[in-house]
């Protein structure tokens, strides 16, 4: 590139020939004295070597030649000075390019350098050819840095060293060689160029704000070096980086056009420092709302506390984190922080531990275990001064004074210090956690959390973990939880996928292997949609663990169309810190339909789908089990449904609103039903016929109702006699209520279709 055409720039100072008086004996500068009549200067028309030139003697210390023309000069243009000198007689000086550097206000610029190194003349008749490039940035190849103050220049040389001798001076030659420094200058600005060192210590802030406001659209390229900014800065600009930069750790660096791991990952030398600065800035102005990891692998050597990197403590805008792969890098920043305790819990304050000794060692986040606790629940904040802790929900076994154990999980990207983050999504990201970390915490409490299209590979303990309500309206979907515990009996696994506190979560198309439980979930109104769980191992009569567990005894949600493979459906009252009923809701809320069940290699025990009151006088109310498929692909199971009664019992005379219906059962060897259609047949006449349906209802039921009898041909007596007469039905009979009589006004024999149901519908 050329200024002088592409700007129309006039360089070149005039010919020796157009007159001495055009030349300054001084600085250039107008009213300063020039050569016309001076006795030690003269214009020689014809030189054998340079055709019209300037005959000089050296009468001063530094003899002076400037033009008094003012060459322009601009950041980013690189000009070449260049002059043909010969001795002809007396002492040998020495020549060099000077120049004296004017700003706008037509003020000398003494912080640029106004003089080019100095060549010695060795002989008579000699061309020497002198020159010197000057330009606004320190660049390999420039000889006189003038920073980017300069506005103009006036352009010649200086001899130095003895006097006396006489000196001819070809016409001095100004050119543009910018093109041999930026060969594109069209397309980009340089940092260097406004005055940026890249030393890795001055401050080049103004630097970069000066190349990005003259960028207009252009790429401002950081070229290589080790540049400082001691403050926040934005680029408006694309950028380039060539050279790093190097930043305080809670200063923020935007790149506004191309906000990318590649671009911070170039910016600060490697993906994790890329990774870190790029996930700051995201929380602030980048004209983006997604970071893009640039398809990048990014290996993580500690936990990120996204809250602390940051600086913030609550954030309510969509932020998005995608297309990438985090790595945990083994060492000791994962090992578990693991503390024990002996804390007071009262059910009148339900969330609350209080007396906790070794408090100011218990971390917030750590999950509680111990005699009455449910499953993850987690220390969501504590209070030193009082020695209390806030749990996540409620314990379920009563007051006591107990030994607790916290357990602290190290997770790739931590938001707990997040006291309220809402609409931040994570997709297309695999947290390779290869059993050294866990994946994501939650925030503290926010809504509208989501993951999507994600992979969490071998997470240690826990894939996303909510310690109080920042999963509220979560939403995990098109996800690959990959469980590292395949070589474990399924009851010896402990990892668990993720666990919602709050309400309306989202679980949709994910697939989840080899964890002990897929989720967990307190809270209600979930949607559980088309997940295939599975958790098999290779024992011949293998037990099984949980693949989702709702700790909320009315769930309020749907469980439709999953594939649940070699692990059940758990409800519980867990989180109940008064478990037995007195009032409210019980058992229930819940619609299971259209999945499939399966299993195999288990016990003939195993079941797949349990209630597990942790309190007596619970019942169900509003359970829905339909047009599911249950099959076992090796051997049998006795049924597909269960109370664990290893701590109480339901109340099977009020369960109400129960269906369980339209299912299909493959090695399983008793089907459950209800409503369920029971064909009598009684042989010999009697006045009572007993009906069976116990075996069929679930849950342990009593036969609470029928819902219709029907006779299939005549009614005979002991005789063969036809009997024109009608039953009456009377329910819970017998052994553990499971009968339903019909009582004839005599006795008679025949067949009857009768609809028993273990619920009362209404």
Not at 11 to 26: D, K, Q, T, V, Y
Not at 581 to 609: D, E, H, K, Q
Not at 736 to 758: E, I, N
């Amino acid at each position: 590139m050329n200024k002088a055409i592409t700007q129309g720039l006039v360089l070149m100072p005039p010919p020796f020939s157009a007159g001495l008086g055009l030349w300054s004996r001084e600085d250039g500068r107008p009213g300063q004295g020039s050569y016309a009549g001076q006795p030690n200067a003269g214009f020689v028309p014809a030189d054998q070597d340079f055709a019209g030139c300037l005959e000089l003697q050296k009468t001063a210390a530094t003899q002076k030649l400037r033009s008094f023309q003012q060459i322009p000069f601009q950041p980013g243009l690189y000009l070449r000075v260049t002059a043909r000198v010969k001795a002809i007689s007396g002492p040998l000086p020495s020549v060099r390019i000077a120049a004296w550097a004017g700003n706008s206000a037509g003020n000398n610029v003494g912080t640029a350098d106004q003089v080019g190194p100095d060549v010695a003349l060795t002989g008579y008749g000699q061309v020497v050819t002198v020159s010197a490039i000057i330009a606004s940035g320190n660049r390999t190849g420039v000889d006189m840095v003038w920073g980017t103050a300069p506005f103009y220049g006036h352009m010649g040389l200086d001899l130095t060293g003895p006097t006396g001798g006489v000196v001819r001076i070809d016409d001095i030659v100004i050119e543009d060689v910018t093109a041999i420094f930026h060969s594109e200058m069209f397309d980009w600005v340089d940092v260097r160029d406004f005055g940026a060192l890249g030393d890795g210590v001055t401050n080049d802030w103004a630097a970069f704000e000066a190349a990005d406001a003259a960028a207009a659209g252009k790429t401002v390229v950081v070229s290589p070096g080790s540049y400082r900014l001691a403050t926040h800065f934005t680029f408006d600009n694309p950028v380039k980086f060539e050279g790093t930069l190097v930043m305080p750790e809670d200063q923020r660096l935007a790149c506004t056009r191309n906000f990318n791991l590649d671009t911070y990952a170039a910016a600060f030398g490697g993906e994790l420092a890329g990774f870190r600065k790029a996930l700051q800035a995201l929380f602030y102005f980048t004209d983006h709302v997604a970071l893009d990891l640039s398809g990048r692998r990014v290996e993580l050597t500690q936990p990120i506390d996204v809250a602390a990197l940051s600086g913030l403590t609550s954030f309510g805008q969509r932020r998005v984190l995608t297309h990438g792969l985090l790595q945990a890098s083994p060492g000791s920043a994962w090992n578990t922080q693991t503390v024990t305790a002996v804390a007071t819990y009262n059910p009148a304050n339900p969330k609350t531990l209080s007396a906790v000794s070794n408090i100011a060692a218990i971390p917030v986040g750590a999950r509680i275990s111990g005699t009455g606790v449910g499953r993850e629940i987690y220390v969501a904040s504590k209070n030193v001064a009082a020695s209390t802790i806030e749990l996540t929900d409620p314990m379920w076994g009563g007051a006591a004074t107990r030994t607790f154990t916290f357990q602290r999980y190290r997770y790739m990207l931590d938001f707990s210090g997040f006291a309220e983050l809402s609409r931040f999504e994570l997709s297309d990201i695999e947290f390779n956690c290869g059993q050294t970390a866990s994946g994501v915490m939650l925030p503290v409490t926010g809504k509208l959390f989501r993951i999507t299209d994600c992979v969490f590979s071998f997470p240690k303990d826990r894939g996303v973990t909510s310690i109080k309500e920042g999963c509220q309206g979560i939403v995990i979907e098109s996800c690959l939880f990959n469980g590292w515990e395949f070589s474990l009996t399924a009851q010896n696994r402990t990892t668990v996928g993720f666990n919602v506190n709050a309400n309306d979560a989202k679980i949709r198309n994910n697939r989840a292997a080899y964890f002990a439980h897929f989720g967990v979930l307190a809270g209600g109104s979930h949607i559980i949609l088309g997940n295939h769980l599975f958790s098999e191992d290779e024992e011949p009569l293998g037990l099984r663990r949980a693949g989702l567990v709702f700790c909320t005894r009315n769930v309020r949600g749907f469980v439709v169309g999953n594939y649940i493979d070699n692990c059940f459906i758990e409800v519980s009252n867990e989180r109940d810190q008064v478990p037995s009923f007195s009032s409210g809701f019980t058992f229930g809320g819940l619609v299971i339909t259209g999945n499939l069940f399966l299993c195999s290699n288990t016990s003939p025990s195993f079941r797949f789908l349990v209630l597990a009151p942790k309190g007596s006088g619970h019942s169900i109310a509003g359970l829905s089990v339909t047009g599911n498929v249950f099959r076992n692909g090796t051997g049998a199971i006795d049924r597909v449904e269960m109370v664990d009664t290893t701590h109480a019992t339901l109340n099977t005379g009020n369960y109400r609103n129960l269906v369980f219906a339209n299912n299909t059962f493959n090695g399983i060897t008793q089907a459950t039903v209800s409503p369920i259609l029971v064909e009598h047949t009684q042989n010999t006449a009697d006045e009572t016929w007993v009906v069976d349906a116990g075996d069929y209802l679930p849950f342990g039921a009593r036969a609470r109702n029928v819902e219709s009898h029907v006779l299939e041909g005549p009614v005979r007596n002991a005789g063969g006699t036809v009997q024109w007469v009608q039953p009456y039905v009377e329910v819970e009979q017998g052994a553990g209520d499971r009968f339903v009589h019909l009582r004839w006004p005599s006795a008679v024999r025949g067949k009857a279709m009768v609809t028993v149901r273990c619920d009362n519908p209404l």
